[in-house]
């Protein structure tokens, strides 16, 4: 097993603390958090019980939540998935008009803490939830050339500049904290790098795939070059719930890998490419199936087969 990735078979809430105090290390009193709240459907439910179980692990911690207002997380779409069974919805807030729905998109996250009680449970862990957009919104950003020192030389390998003006102040006070970037198990694979997206504060990042996805990697690794340069980051993919599978690293192309060896992908598709991907986050040997635990490959599968995304 290599040394970089742990993986867990969590059967009980103890496996859990016991995982998560092993990874977390000595990290610091403070940490922050960036799980999964692509959207609001009840498909997302299993994640987001991981992520209260995961807040019971650090109740001891002084942690902030950080994710961005999305165009998918609101009533509108939950109902029309709701009376349709259909996860395609035309939304309502596009790359243009956002910033004209920034109130609805405030009133649609206050009902989502609320419903599934993220609010309580923030009250009761005292947990310091930054939301990206109303950070970068408000203009409470650092300045660009603050955030390219953080990067050194890596800022060359940025292409995409605007992401240099996006960084909440808050976050610049944080330098040198550990970020757990918290993202669930999908059934078509892992997409550990792909999560931190969501901390790009545009609510529609359509713009950020490009036409038929040309620009999607290029944005998935300024935005790490980025976050990972300012904070330890902790990749952890979950599908506690569902599967008592957990997987962790600090290499996301190799968490990725994981998911591409065991389903038989390649390892180059629309949302990673985890050859390339090694320039970025460091070079690695080719993962083999036989280095992978037979309890992790036979829960990915059944993640794959299952009908829930």
Same mark, same amino acid.
């Given at each position: 097993?290599?040394?970089?990735?742990?993986?867990?078979?969590?059967?009980?809430?103890?496996? @859990?603390?016991?995982? #998560?105090?092993?990874?977390?290390?000595? %990290?610091?009193?403070?940490?922050? #958090?960036?799980?999964?709240?692509?959207?609001?459907?009840?498909?997302?439910?299993?994640? /987001?019980?991981?992520? *209260?179980?995961?807040?019971?692990?650090? *109740? =001891?911690?002084?942690?902030? !939540? $950080?994710?961005?207002?999305?165009?998918?997380?609101?009533? &509108?779409?939950?109902?029309?998935?709701?009376?349709?069974?259909?996860?395609?919805?035309?939304?309502?807030?596009?790359?243009?008009?956002?910033? !004209?729905?920034?109130?609805?998109?405030?009133?649609?996250?206050?009902?989502?803490?609320?419903?599934?009680?993220?609010?309580?449970?923030?009250?009761?862990?005292?947990?310091?939830?930054?939301?990206? $957009? =109303?950070?970068?919104?408000?203009?409470?950003?650092?300045?660009?050339?603050?955030?390219?020192?953080?990067?050194?030389?890596?800022?060359?390998? !940025?292409?995409?500049?605007?992401?240099?003006?996006?960084?909440? =102040?808050? /976050?610049?006070?944080?330098?040198?904290? $550990?970020?757990?970037?918290?993202?669930?198990?999908? *059934?078509?694979?892992?997409?550990?790098?792909?999560?931190?997206?969501?901390?790009?504060?545009?609510?529609?990042?359509?713009?950020?795939?490009?036409?038929?996805?040309?620009?999607?990697?290029?944005?998935?690794?300024?935005?790490?070059? #980025?976050?990972?340069?300012?904070? $330890?980051?902790?990749?952890? !993919?979950?599908?506690?719930?569902?599967?008592? &599978?957990?997987?962790?690293?600090?290499?996301?192309?190799?968490?990725?890998?994981?998911?591409?060896?065991?389903?038989?992908?390649?390892?180059?598709?629309?949302?990673?490419?985890?050859?390339? %991907?090694?320039?970025?986050?460091?070079?690695?040997? @080719?993962?083999? @199936?036989?280095?992978?635990?037979?309890? #992790?490959?036979?829960?990915?599968?059944?993640?794959?087969?299952?009908?829930?995304?």
């Amino acid at each position: 097993m290599r040394r970089d990735i742990k993986f867990g078979h969590i059967i009980s809430e103890k496996d @859990l603390q016991i995982y #998560i105090e092993d990874i977390v290390g000595d %990290a610091g009193e403070l940490l922050i #958090i960036k799980p999964n709240w692509t959207n609001s459907l009840p498909t997302s439910l299993p994640h /987001f019980e991981a992520l *209260k179980k995961l807040l019971n692990c650090l *109740k =001891e911690k002084e942690l902030v !939540v $950080t994710e961005s207002y999305t165009a998918w997380r609101n009533r &509108l779409y939950r109902q029309h998935f709701m009376d349709t069974g259909n996860m395609e919805w035309e939304e309502n807030v596009k790359p243009h008009n956002a910033k !004209v729905m920034w109130e609805w998109l405030r009133k649609e996250e206050e009902w989502f803490l609320d419903f599934f009680g993220f609010r309580k449970w923030f009250q009761k862990y005292n947990v310091d939830y930054v939301n990206v $957009t =109303e950070e970068v919104w408000n203009q409470r950003t650092a300045p660009a050339e603050k955030v390219k020192a953080c990067l050194g030389d890596k800022k060359a390998l !940025v292409k995409n500049t605007r992401l240099f003006d996006m960084v909440p =102040e808050k /976050f610049m006070e944080l330098k040198g904290c $550990t970020l757990l970037n918290f993202t669930k198990l999908y *059934k078509t694979g892992i997409y550990a790098a792909k999560n931190m997206m969501g901390l790009i504060p545009d609510p529609n990042r359509t713009e950020y795939h490009g036409k038929n996805d040309s620009k999607l990697i290029q944005n998935i690794h300024d935005i790490n070059i #980025i976050y990972r340069s300012l904070f $330890t980051v902790v990749d952890v !993919v979950e599908s506690i719930v569902e599967h008592q &599978l957990i997987l962790s690293g600090s290499n996301p192309a190799l968490l990725d890998e994981v998911g591409c060896v065991v389903l038989e992908f390649d390892l180059a598709d629309p949302y990673h490419d985890v050859l390339k %991907a090694r320039e970025v986050f460091g070079s690695y040997p @080719l993962l083999a @199936l036989s280095e992978i635990p037979d309890f #992790i490959c036979e829960g990915l599968k059944k993640r794959a087969e299952s009908e829930v995304f």
